[in-house]
């Protein structure tokens, strides 16, 4: 077998398997993506637990984040924000619980600036996230002043009634349905793990680029075999001449 034909097939073994690694990344980072959606659906659907009960008197909050909460209270007068980068926006609203705390909640989306016109004590329920995260967004040109892109936890509490506690509830569609709203998509938590798995992904790609180099290393590194001449030289002999230097 030639020298070049043993490079050329040491170099294709190489990028095969340089593409199952590639394969298994891929793979490995759709598996992850698929397993992040399935623990925050399964997470969401969980029996509801009361928002109140699961608030430490420190304020720590229990490990209720992406779960359907129950709260009781009633919805702040005359205090509301729209939240959003465009139209359909949030509308956030200060809820205060029957132990006094406040709860942002968001009651649904609207097209348009909208009053939340509600009276008396009620019973709620929702999905219960931390804040939004801070993305560089601003509100539609001509939302309402005080609107705001993304639901910061930070600025409400320089400008909302206390004691507010570390997460915001947003109503199903139910729950919108008794403001006259449309109901809003809650943000659910990614799943932890999430650095853990992309790097194995990572993993994978980074094994596939050092096959194909391997390979290519180890090409170079062959040698003619007993009997073969380098590729462009003519290994075999040629007809002897004799006689050279006689008279």
């Known amino acids: 077998m030639s020298l070049r034909l043993r490079r050329v097939i040491t ?7 340089a593409v199952v690694m590639l394969v298994l990344g891929v793979w490995q980072m759709s598996s992850f993506q698929r397993s992040v959606v399935d623990i925050a659906e399964e ?21 209720i984040y ?20 465009q139209w359909p926006m949030r509308v956030a609203v200060p809820f205060e619980m029957t132990d006094g705390q406040i709860v942002p909640l968001v009651v649904g989306l609207t097209n348009e600036p909208v009053d939340v016109t509600t009276t ?29 892109p993304t639901l910061r936890l930070q600025e409400l509490v320089q400008e909302w009634p206390q004691p507010m506690i570390a997460g915001y509830v947003t109503l199903d569609a139910d729950g919108a349905a008794r403001f006259g709203l449309d109901p809003a998509s809650a943000a659910l938590p990614e799943a932890q793990g999430t650095s853990m798995h992309q790097g194995y992904a990572l993993q994978w790609w980074v094994f596939a680029a050092a096959a194909i180099a391997f390979s290519i ?31």
Do not use: C, Y
């Not at 007993?226 to 075999?236: K, M």
């Open 120 to 148: 008396g004590d009620m019973d709620i329920e929702g999905i219960f996230t931390a804040g939004d995260v801070d993305e560089d967004l601003t509100p539609p040109s001509d939302a309402p002043a005080g609107s705001i």
């Open 43 to 63: 997470r969401a659907s969980q029996t509801p637990v009361m928002l109140a009960d699961n608030i430490r008197a420190d304020g720590i909050i229990e490990d």
């Open 217 to 247: 290393v180890i090409a170079r590194g062959l040698k003619p075999s007993e009997g073969h001449a380098p590729d462009g030289f003519n290994a075999t002999p040629g007809p002897r001449v004799s006689g050279l230097g006689k008279r």
């Open 66 to 85: 992406g779960r359907r909460v129950e709260l009781s209270g009633q919805v702040v007068p005359d205090v509301k924000v729209l939240v959003g980068s």
């Open 11 to 17: 170099i294709t073994i190489g990028v095969l398997v």
